[in-house]
Nanobody, 126 residues
Framework: QVQLAESGGGSVQAGGSLRLSCAAS????????MGWFRQAPGKEREGVAL???????SYVHSVKGRFTISRDNAKNILYLQMSSLKPDDTAMYYC????????????????????WGQGTQVPVSS
């Protein structure tokens, strides 16, 4: 089990940048697949970015070139650097983790992840 806590959310104007962080507890963090999901009001939770234990990454099409996921295994922290933000990026952002790898860690299936944070809100104004 991994406990996750997101931070870094807040109001931002369109075109701006924001960096989200997710602090993870547990000694097996470095071996976990980590990811960011988001849920906009009235919509289902969707995957945004994933990073495997070997550092390989996957992004949903709508954020490619604008968002960067990274991890610091020494500090047990996951990051999501977001730039060129759009009002459509407005959502609650959640950190997720599980002991999966390879093709499992490139598929944005919520059911693959058993560990979730409480979320951090990101409102983007036009």
């Amino acid at each position: 089990q991994v406990q996750l806590a997101e931070s870094g959310g807040g109001s931002v104007q369109a075109g701006g940048s924001l960096r989200l962080s997710c602090a993870a507890s547990g000694s097996t963090y470095s071996s976990y697949c980590m990811g960011w999901f988001r849920q906009a009001p009235g919509k289902e939770r969707e995957g945004v970015a994933l990073i495997d234990s070997d550092g390989s990454t996957s992004y949903v099409h709508s954020v490619k070139g604008r968002f960067t996921i990274s991890r610091d295994n020494a500090k047990n922290i996951l990051y999501l650097q977001m730039s060129s933000l759009k009002p459509d990026d407005t959502a609650m952002y959640y950190c997720a983790a599980d002991a999966i790898s390879g093709s499992w860690c490139s598929n944005f299936r919520r059911e693959y992840f058993g560990n979730w944070g409480q979320g951090t809100q990101v409102p983007v104004s036009s």
